[in-house]
């Protein structure tokens, strides 16, 4: 467990309290990344800001499937499964695979073949950002090669994608083809960036298989941590994975002397400390 002499005194959450907060973090997000898209724009400025305000939400949405895949939305493994899924619907990722593949991500974290996340370790922004938009989908073919898929899988898999295209039709009918298309298409090419760039090839850049410590760096400032729902507590995330994203704001250190706390800035740790 790393600790550090500035760590705040952590606020003793209940679980419940957890539970609660975070499926109301999921709601919201549901509701508005999906209800804007009945709000018509007419404008390029508010095309743009009705994208980038989704964008964000839908990114949320994400975060908050991987709490439930650690089993902070719920009590039960089925509460957890099924917030997943709700929490991933705006981002039309089924969550089948990422809970499938996220605990070996943490078990084999940046070695080649075993960490399916590995997969983002690129050679070129292009080929990150290719990378990055099929990411959530390649899952189901790394699983499928090592024959780790079973038919219960599968068929989670095929229902998670119908109740995606159940909800998705729905919004078609009302919406149209033309403001489904611009509201969704730019919204998630850019979550795939915003999710797998600074949120996972930055803090596992270096792709080190040495410490724990090393593997994985944290973003320092309260704007990242909030920012991100705690997903910027990256090595202490995988150093402590029963801790919810809230509890995690506790071990947020603030940026270095002279370095602006707005600017975004990892905590890198080469060698074990």
């Known amino acids: 467990m790393s600790t550090h002499p500035n760590r705040q005194s952590p606020k003793r959450w209940r679980k419940q309290q957890i539970y609660y907060l975070s499926r109301a973090v999921v709601c919201f997000v549901l509701f508005l990344s999906i209800g804007t898209l009945f709000i ?3 404008s390029v400025l508010l ?9 964000y939400l839908v990114f949320v949405g994400t975060v908050m499937a991987h709490e439930g895949v650690h089993g902070h939305l719920g009590r039960t493994r089925t509460a957890n499964f099924w917030w997943g899924r709700i929490a991933l619907l705006p981002s039309m990722v089924p969550f089948a695979n990422f809970r499938r593949t996220h605990q070996l991500h943490h078990s084999y974290t940046n070695l ?4 399916p996340d590995h997969f983002m370790k690129s050679r070129n922004f292009v080929e990150l950002f290719l990378r990055a938009l099929a990411m959530p989908h390649q899952w189901f073919f790394w699983l499928r090669r090592r024959g780790v898929l ?8 095929f229902l998670n994608y119908v109740g995606i295209a159940i909800i998705f039709a729905v919004v078609l009918w009302f919406v149209g083809p033309w403001r489904l298309f611009w509201g969704m298409t730019p919204t998630l090419m850019l979550v795939s960036l ?16 040495g410490s724990a410590e090393a593997r994985s760096h944290n973003y320092y400032g309260q704007f990242m941590y909030w920012f991100s729902f705690g997903l910027s507590m990256h090595r202490e995330h995988h150093l402590q994975p029963k801790l919810s994203w809230i509890e995690l704001r506790a071990y947020v250190e603030p940026a270095p ?6 600017r ?7 060698e074990p400390v």
């Open 40 to 42: 018509p724009t007419s």
């Open 150 to 157: 079973k038919r219960s899988d599968v068929v989670e898999l």
């Open 194 to 209: 915003l999710l797998w760039f600074p949120f996972a090839v930055q803090t596992h850049e270096g792709f080190s298989t």
């Open 47 to 55: 095309m743009i800001i009705d994208i980038l305000l989704r964008t």
């Open 112 to 115: 080649p073949d075993e960490d």
């Open 257 to 262: 002397a002279g370095v602006s706390k707005w």
């Open 264 to 270: 975004p800035q990892r905590d890198i740790r080469l």
